[in-house]
């Protein structure tokens, strides 16, 4: 896999209930950027490397994995690696056995009673700088 | 360039469908036979519905998103569920839905959302500019506000949520949001 350079897009993949609220979910809202209060890192894709399908078919098993019941892949919210790692966030190729393409943006907070509010701050400027994207 | 985002889309809107709509009623008028009852009734037809076109472009914004943001706060538990997030409590609706209120003048339409923390998240982005802000309102009657505008990202928590700077909400009816986010 090539070297990650500040243009490429990064995805993080958005999976829901299939009963769930469509408008809600389909949109680049902080919560599809706040983890677990434990995790420092947001698992992303490395979206230029492959077919949109074969994006989605990652994203989808993935999500099958995740949470209570069938997961339905909603869609994308893409933002470029300059912006991930803007305001001392750091983004880092961390390909898996099923999957090559996979990266995390790491929020490099340390562990303080401020974390939880920093993470959704973090949450909040992510959101901001991405946008949105359907499944093929 | 903030100021413009915040105060122009409702205008745009409004005179756009207003030509619009006087620009196709003559000529569905043109197209029927001169004098007949179905005539009289198509154009009493046409006027109600340019009538009641006019009344809806021109209310203000705040009718436009107001409604569909209150019945999302009251269908905030079934969303909570399916996501399999905390319960929402009472007072997180209500404070959600003063906020809503207080709000109600931006022509930004929020997104209004369950979040994993069992807060309810009402959520103002911009469109167009890198702008974007995020109130959560949890079940101790709290509020966290947490904005990022031009790749600077701050917050502020509240203890009470009738706390929140009004300032701050009405400058997302049309004031300059960077005069309060600094």
Redesign the interface.
């Known amino acids: 896999m090539v070297p990650l350079n500040e243009a490429e897009n990064l995805g993080r993949s958005v999976c829901?209930?299939k009963?769930?609220?469509k408008?809600?979910?389909a949109?680049p809202?902080?919560?599809v950027f706040?983890v677990?209060l434990d995790d420092d890192r947001i698992s992303v894709d490395r979206m230029d490397h492959a077919e949109r399908r074969e994006m989605a078919n990652l994203a989808t098993i993935r999500g099958q994995g995740r949470?209570?019941g069938s997961k339905d892949l909603r869609g994308w919210a893409l933002l470029s690696v300059n912006h991930a790692a803007?305001?001392g966030r750091t983004v880092v190729a961390s390909p898996l056995p099923d999957n090559p393409y996979h990266a995390d943006i790491c929020l490099n907070l340390p562990e303080s009673g401020e974390r939880?509010?920093?993470q959704?701050?973090?949450?909040?400027?992510l959101?901001?700088?991405a946008y949105w994207e359907n499944p093929p | 360039m903030i100021m413009q985002t915040f105060s122009r889309e409702p205008d745009f809107h409004c005179s756009f469908n207003l030509k619009r709509e006087a620009r196709f009623a003559p000529a569905a008028v043109k197209s029927q036979n001169v004098g007949s009852g179905a005539f009289q009734t198509r154009v009493a037809e046409l006027q109600t519905n340019s009538e009641s076109l006019r009344d809806r472009t021109q209310q203000p914004m705040v009718m436009r998103w107001l409604k569909d943001a209150l019945e999302?706060v009251d269908?905030i538990d079934?969303?909570a569920e399916?996501?399999?997030y905390p319960p929402i409590g009472d007072v997180a609706k209500r404070n959600a839905k003063s906020v809503l209120f207080t709000a109600c003048q931006s022509p930004l339409e929020p997104?209004?959302?369950a979040?994993?923390?069992g807060e309810i998240?009402v959520?103002f982005?911009s469109p167009v500019v890198?702008?974007?802000?995020?109130i959560?309102l949890n079940n101790d009657g709290g509020a966290?506000v947490?904005?990022?505008?031009s790749?600077k990202?701050?917050?502020q928590?509240y203890d009470d949520a009738s706390e929140l700077p009004i300032d701050l909400l009405h400058a997302l009816g049309g004031l300059p949001l960077s005069q309060f986010l600094e």
């Open positions: 829901s209930s009963s769930a609220k408008a809600n979910r949109k809202i902080p919560e706040l677990r949470g209570n803007a305001n939880r509010e920093r959704k701050e973090y949450s909040v400027d959101a901001a700088r | 999302n269908q079934q969303e399916e996501e399999d997104h209004v959302y979040s994993m923390d998240g959520y982005k890198q702008a974007a802000l995020l959560l966290g947490y904005w990022s505008v790749g990202s701050k917050r928590h």
